[in-house]
């Protein structure tokens, strides 16, 4: 290992270009002859549009054109395809409406675009959008979760029967019930995931633009993978996928909502090629509040079957998810696929059942945030643990370690599929207990108490699949100097990948990071690209450029021999040298290079090394760890303060332990956020009450205390080469619970058993007033 390979804490190579202002995002990029687009939206959550008048607008200055839905039909411009649509229970399938990209005779959001206007400057789009003036017969909406499916409820779409698009379900439901009906005791809990705003710290942006003569688009966008984008948009283009190029430069955070295709993307190459020139839409934050795809709103009931001695014999859990008033593209796989297969969490629960209803409302649509799925079910299990514990008298520590699948038992398949590989998980909770001084708590519950407060302690031990989804491919290139230029088909969202790269590069070729160059976003550079979800980039990236390392350095071998005059199976390679076994002879790989660009060599090891190579998804990785966290409510007014967080993660070998470190804490802050602050409030008539930063509360330093976090590397994943598990999503899977389990222990004492995220201080103050009433009462 050198000091900039594998397990070093090299400080990303890619920050000296952010912050000496070098580096290139969406707006960043100018297009000779670009026109800019402004879009009209809906006031209202769900109205009839009876009339479009666009004179006005079309006569104001500097239009260029002005668009509706009527335009997008003549020009063959097909709808937004919904991409995983899942199988429903007993045969059922999911229920998919079109999603235009300007809406089609009704509108059912507040924000669904109506109307697009492009112009020569962007004061003078947005100063004609002000004069479209579309007729609206208001309709009443549906934006409740738990009521949305209810009889007599507003019906979105005529094809999809009590807003209903898709009831799964997953697992052994008479086994679950015969389980139930034996148990000692049975746990139920009701709660909410709460809808999140995603507010990348970069809104969506994009600027398309066409070349008549080749008939070809080129979309330049932040997202989470160029390739992504090329199958749905040919679909809705109706062109081959090669007359489509895509460019991702820098993008200043995903967190899954920089997935998919939007109608803005649709949009801007629609009109890219009516009007021949550049066409750019950049998101306003207010406007990404309206139209940037949304989190989590899920409603559950849970329920836990044990025996006397705590040892769970079975889950059941029923799942309404919000899809919002559209399927996103990947919309209902991640309440299902996504959320399913984790219920159980790290326990042994030798069987499980759960139906999960997808309905529409109309709110803006709903697709995958931080996690995608894995949040979600960690929440309920951790929860519904802590519960249970405290249903039956134990600690929480010691219900889950009756009920944690044990090192021994593993490779250990769960109730709903899920085989992990690796891992003691008893051991990981443990560590993360004496960390957070456990055994001392009740002593600082005492001084707390003194001083007025209500002090708590709780924890999670969360469990996540990842990493290996889709195909990846990467490319490798030995320069005439010796270096190396990689493409690969990921995309850093911010996450570091260049410097991941560059270290398993360097540990590999023995080089300095200096010679390693990396490109990402451009889908004409590879064949295919995955992109980067699901914590996928450093096991699919890695392994892709592993391979095309190796082909690079057999290449390079068979150089190295003619240039030693020796066989190429006696040719050994270490740290960028290649020797012939046991002598002193040796040429470096920049010799290789060198080499090749004269005449010395035979005709067919003349070119340098440049090779790719192609990964297809195996098994996945399941990271693990245990987050606590201790906190203080003050009673008078319900607010709530960290005093103590603490995490322990195991994430297999670890490539770069200090960028690790801060993907868990960004991800443990978004959980934080979620749990006790953020708050997306839309009104009887969806009518989005907190749509800007004045209203929707995000995570800020002060709320916060330090992170501490071990990571521990002695339990290397089983199911890959490298050894490594994904991080990129942990920290927001394990925080939610963390939180709300250390607020409920808080106010236990009032016999509070459950509160719903976000904890906002009015919340806890309303339910502590409550308690304290019924108490008063009894």
Not at 329 to 358: D, K, R
Request: hydrophobic share 40%; net charge negative.
């Amino acid at each position: 290992m050198g000091r900039f390979g594998v397990g070093q804490g090299l400080r990303r190579v890619e920050d000296v270009r952010f912050l000496t202002g070098q580096g290139r995002y969406s707006d960043d990029i100018k297009l000779e002859g670009q026109s800019y687009a402004v879009l009209v939206r809906s006031p209202f959550a769900h109205a009839e549009i009876t009339g479009i008048d666009l004179d006005d607008a079309k006569a104001a200055p500097g239009v260029l054109g002005v668009y509706t839905a009527e335009d997008l039909s003549a020009d063959g411009v097909g709808d937004i395809p919904c991409l995983v649509p899942m199988p429903g229970k007993n045969g059922g399938r999911t229920v998919m409406p079109p999603h235009p990209a300007l809406a089609r005779g009704r509108v059912r959001h507040v924000g669904d675009p109506v109307v697009l206007v492009v112009a020569e400057s962007v004061a003078e789009a947005r100063d004609a959008a002000e004069l479209v003036m579309v007729d609206y017969d208001e309709l009443p909406a549906v934006t409740e979760t738990r009521t949305a499916a209810a009889p007599g409820q507003p019906q979105i779409w005529d094809e999809a029967p009590a807003n209903t698009s898709l009831v799964w379900e997953m697992g052994d439901e008479a086994g679950t019930r015969a389980a139930f009906d034996k148990a000692d005791h049975v746990t139920r809990l009701e709660f909410v995931n709460n809808r999140v705003v995603v507010n990348a710290m970069e809104p969506r942006a994009t600027i398309g633009d066409y070349d008549a003569a080749s008939e070809t688009f080129t979309l330049h966008t932040g997202n989470q993978g160029s390739h992504r984008m090329l199958g749905p948009l040919s679909t809705i283009f109706q062109v081959p996928q090669e007359k489509l190029h895509v460019i991702s430069p820098d993008v200043g955070g995903g967190f899954g909502m920089k997935i998919f295709v939007y109608p803005e993307t649709v949009l801007v190459l629609f009109a890219a090629r009516r009007l021949g020139r550049p066409v750019r839409w950049i998101s306003e934050r207010s406007e990404g509040f309206l139209s940037d795809t949304q989190g989590r709103d899920h409603v559950s009931l849970a329920e836990l079957a044990l025996d006397s001695s705590g040892k769970a014999l079975g889950l059941r859990v029923t799942t309404t998810a919000n899809m919002g008033a559209y399927l996103s593209n990947f919309a209902p796989f991640i309440p299902t696929g996504c959320y399913g297969p984790m219920l159980s969490g790290l326990y042994t629960i030798p069987v499980g059942y759960t139906e999960v209803t997808c309905v529409f409302t109309n709110t803006v649509p709903v697709d995958a945030y931080r996690g995608a799925g894995r949040p979600e079910a960690a929440y309920m299990i951790e929860r519904l643990m802590d519960a249970a514990a405290r249903d039956m008298g134990l600690g929480p520590d010691d219900l889950r370690r009756r009920n944690f699948i044990a090192p021994e038992a593993l490779p250990f398949t769960t109730a709903f599929g899920e085989t992990y590989d690796s891992g003691d998980f008893a051991e990981i909770m443990a560590r993360g207990m004496a960390a957070a001084d456990w055994a001392g708590f009740a002593a600082r519950r005492a001084e707390a108490a003194a001083r007025g407060r209500l002090r708590g302690l709780g924890m999670a031990s969360y469990g996540e699949v990842c990493g290996s989804n889709g195909e990846e491919t990467a490319r490798l290139k030995l320069r005439e100097d010796g270096g190396v230029t990689l493409w690969i088909g990921t995309q850093s969202n911010g996450q570091g990948h260049f410097t991941a790269y560059t270290q398993l590069l360097a540990d590999k070729l023995g080089l300095e990071p200096e010679q390693v160059e990396i490109h990402q976003g451009d889908s004409w550079d590879l064949p295919q690209g995955g992109g980067t979800g699901g914590s996928r980039s450093l096991l699919m990236g890695g392994m892709a450029l592993d391979g095309a390392a190796d082909k690079v350095i057999e290449r390079s071998r068979k150089i190295a021999g003619h240039l030693l005059e020796a066989a190429e199976a006696d040719i050994e390679f270490a740290e960028g040298i290649f020797t012939v076994a046991g002598t002193d002879r040796r040429v470096s790989l920049t010799d290789v290079a060198k080499a090749t660009q004269g005449d010395s060599l035979p005709e067919d090891l003349r070119e340098t090394p440049d090779e790719q190579h192609h990964i297809v998804a195996g098994k996945q990785t399941y990271p693990n760890g245990c987050h606590l966290c201790e906190l203080e409510v003050d009673p008078e007014t319900g607010t709530v303060r960290l005093q103590r967080y603490v995490v322990v993660d195991d994430f297999g070998t670890l490539v770069n332990p200090l960028m690790a470190a801060g993907q868990v804490h960004g991800g443990t802050v978004q959980g934080i956020g979620q749990a006790l602050l953020e708050r997306t409030v839309y009104d009887e008539n969806g009518q989005l009450l907190s749509g800007s930063f004045m209203d929707y509360c995000m995570p800020r330093a002060d709320d916060l205390p330090s992170i501490e976090l071990t990571m521990v590397e002695d339990m290397p994943c089983q199911t890959n080469p490298m050894g490594v598990k994904g991080a990129g999503e942990a920290g927001a899977i394990g925080a939610c619970p963390a939180v709300i389990n250390a607020l409920v222990d808080a106010l236990s004492p009032l016999g509070i058993r459950h509160i719903d995220m976000p904890a906002t201080p009015e919340k806890v103050w309303r339910a502590i007033q409550d308690a304290q009433q019924r108490q008063a009462a009894e």
